[in-house]
Structures are given as structure tokens and as C-alpha cells.
């Protein structure tokens, strides 16, 4: 399978790395970026990611033979909104959002062929953004979720489906609503979390809270560095499961407080020692391909 | 300066890695190790970490020039009672535990020289356990904070201090209750957030709710798979610290939820952005040297 003219709607991390992975695997002809940022976009031509960019969502689409979605989930409305009135009818559009349910309201609620829109999520990143940080080998051997709906057109997705194999994922079928509850817990609340957390220490007053932080706290704070805008959305966009999952966070936290202030020396040993056997025992099973 | 006869109490991680480095320095002639499992102590005798090794205290303490306790906060008590009838007026003590304070009310308690304890905390160490896990270089170029008292002998903190330094360390010296609060943010706080956050996920249902875990969580969750019952005794020994510390985490949280709640994208945002810069200033400014 090849396409012809590939649409890759916001060329940063994820865009920019599924159209190296994509040229590299020979699997695209022509690709034309869409975003705002002008040096981006210039940079991202030079460094052969796409072959020519637009500002206009609406003119890049009219043309393609493929669409992917690599923008922030707050700007999944103005993109499809976009689309709309452009894009032909046979068009497979793929996305690569963090939250699925979010991603197919909004694909039903502007596109004129909302069956041709397959959703998928990328289990791959990291702390850094813009093309320029984008690899070809960002996708290699992770996981890509399609949650495709019971009236998803069959060969949309299978040319979303080999899309991303092609950009070397391992690619697994999923209920959506599953998707974002499963992910809000394995991700969303982490980078919550690592928000919070270095807000708590910043106002824990002293002259530099941080000066003895180390590589535990180095390691656990990394996905504080992620970008704000984008975790915003993501949060915003799988607003119920991740106040679901907050809650029962600090229901945990909650427990060890209680714990810590009655003494109970073997609640704490029990709690701490459930969650280092989960924890390698996943790392057991699944880290060796992170 | 040198050392004839080092007593190490507690050859792990590291007791261990002390010993190592100052072999490596050359900076003590014979070293004792003192544990409870046979199989470590065998194990770090055959590794060259320590010359011999007991089970007994006191009968180990007895002949010695210098102790070093490196055993969880939780043994203070009865390893600072099993020296008190052995250990010679002008032999200096030292220890590596996280918490401070805690270490100095049980040396007052239990030692006939309180005085010649000097606490300190290498800022140093990795999740793994053990003599087996030790390694000379642990503490180059980490902090290694002293936390002496007004009446703590001169010739004891002057010996405890070049014996640090020999291991590399970089020591400061601070008061025990502001170190317990500092480190009670950057270091007790993570390590609680991951055990709790790894046990919300476990409970968060699904067959395998970790299947899509990825490096994010993998960085996020390192510490958990830390010693349950070491970070017992940690959170325990500075019970007040890590519970304000805690509560505030909780309201970091609870004002993240509250935005969620209430669909405030430029609260959160502000709130993500604020961790974001703060994270990154830090690691800019200290994050060279981990």
C-alpha cells in the first residue's frame, strides 16, 4: 500500500515523527504540513519532514489522499471544522490524540464522512516538542490503539490500520470509552500528578525547595516538563476518567496519611509493598520494550 | 587522616558503597560489617567490601576507631542501644539515615557520648538494595548534608566530615529540623506519591491495567519499587514533615480537580505552566551533576 499526498495536520513530535517513519518505510509520495507556527513549519520543510506546508487546514485537505490529526486535543474542533466543507469522500483521516471519546464527538459533530475517520493513539513520546524533535524510530515496537466504531468504513481502516504499522507500531484494537479510562490512570494522572507535585514543593518555602532533589525526584517530575497547553486539553478532553482516577489517587493518599499519623507501621509496609510488587512485576513484563 | 578500624552497621546499598569508596581512598585500614543476613555479609566479605563481619553490636563496636550506622531508620533504637555499654568515649559516630531529627533524639537517648554523633544524609542512592548493589562512586560530587548540634564535639565532626569527603561527597552543613523539611519535600513526598499512585492504578480495574504504560510512568513510578520497609521507617521517623507535606500535595490536587471540574483551561493551564518552568529551572541549575 502507498498513498500518494499525505495532509499531516500539526507537524511537531508525534506529526513530525509518523512522516519520517512514513518516508523512511517508503510508504508516502508526497507530504504537505499544516500548523501555524511559520519557523516550525519552515524548519520541518528543511529538514525533509514534509515537502511543503500551508497555514490553511481547508486548502491542504482538498487535495489529500490521507489526513492525519497531530494537534493539540483543544484544537480537534477548529481542525474539523475546517475539514468540512474540503475534504473528498473516499478520504481515510486518522488522528493521534490522547483521549479517543473526545476525538469521534468531535469527528461526528463537523465531518461530512464521519465513518472515514478512524481514531488512534500512539502510546509513544516524550517530554520535548516541535518537529524538530521528532525521530522516524519514535513509534518503533509501542503500541498504537485504534478504537474504530461499529460503523467505521472497513477500508478506512485498513489504511489507517497499515499506516501505522508502517510508522513500525504494534498496532491493537480498543473500545474508546476503554481506551480513556485505561490511559487517564496509566498517564493522564501521572502527569497530573507531577504537576502538582512540583507546585507543592515550590511553595514549601526556603530559599531554593529544590536544591537537594535528586534522581528520584529528577525521574519522577520529568513529565512536569511536558507541555502545559497540550495536558490542559488532554485533561479538559477525558475530563470524567481523569477526575475518576484523581479521586481514587488521593484516596490512596488519604490512606498512608492516615496511616503515617496513627503510627500503623504495618498499614504502611503493606501499602508500600503492594505497590513496589505491582510496579516491577509490570516492569517485569512490559519494560523491556520502553 | 586514616582510619585503623571501621565499623560499618548495616552493609548495603549504602553501608557498602561507603566502605567501597573509602577503600577506594584508602582512607581506613580494616573495615567490620555488621548485619543480620548471613548471606550479604558473606557476599560483601567475598566482594572485598568489608575484612570480617558479626552479627553482634556491641561486641563490634568495642575496638573500633569510627562507626558508620547505615541500617532503616526503624533499627536505630536498638542498634544505638546494643553500642551504649560497648563503645569507647572518643570513638566518633556517624550514619546515612534520611531523617534527621529522628536520629539525633535516639543517640541522645541511647548513647553515653551523645555528643560524638554526628548525623549525616548522602543524597545518594538507587532503588536497588544490598551489598551486591553497592559501587565506590555513589556519592561523587552528591551533597551530603552534616547536621552537628551546638554541642556536638569538635574532633568527632571534623573526622565524620573528612570521612564523607573522602567518599566524594560534597557536604553542607544545616539544621536537623530544616533539613527534615526539606527533604521531607523533595524526597519522602515523591516517594509516598509514587507507592500511592501505583496502588490507585492497581485498583483501577481492567485484566492488566498497566498494559499501556509507558517510559512516562515507567520514570514516574522508579521510586515505588524502592524498599517498602526502609520508606516505612523514613515516613514514620519524620511523621509531622511528610504529613504537612502531604496535605500540601492534597491541595495541589484538589485545586487541579477543581479546574477540571469546572472547565478552568486557563487555571490549569497557569498551574501546569508554573510546574513546567519551575521544573526546568531546576534542572537547568542542579540537574547537571545527577
Known sequence: MKIDRLVVIGVGLIGGSVARALRRARWVEHITGVGRGRENLDRARELGIIDDWTHDV???????????????MGAYASVF??????????????????????ALREARRWLPYPERFVPAHPIAGTERSGA???????????????????????????????????????VIHMDAAEHDDCLAAVSHLPHVAAYALVNAVCKSGGADPFRFAAGGFRDFTRIASSSPEMWRDIVL???????????????????IAHAIETGDAEGLAQMFAQAKHARDAWLETHGGRL
Open 58 to 72: 481547508g486548502e491542504a485537505v482538498r487535495t489529500a489522499d490521507m489526513v492525519l490529526i497531530a494537534v493539540p
Open 132 to 170: 524538530e524533535a521528532s525521530f522516524a524510530e519514535l513509534f518503533e515496537d509501542r503500541w498504537c490503539i485504534l478504537t474504530p466504531e461499529a460503523d467505521t468504513d472497513p477500508h478506512a481502516r485498513n489504511v489507517v490500520e497499515a499506516m501505522w504499522r508502517a510508522t513500525g507500531s504494534r
Open 81 to 102: 471544522a475546517a475539514m468540512a466543507d474540503n475534504i473528498s469522500s473516499h478520504v481515510p483521516v486518522t488522528d493521534a490524540g490522547s483521549t479517543k471519546q473526545h
Open 237 to 255: 478532553a477525558n475530563r470524567d476518567a481523569v477526575l475518576r482516577k484523581l479521586d481514587a489517587f488521593r484516596d490512596e493518599l488519604a490512606s
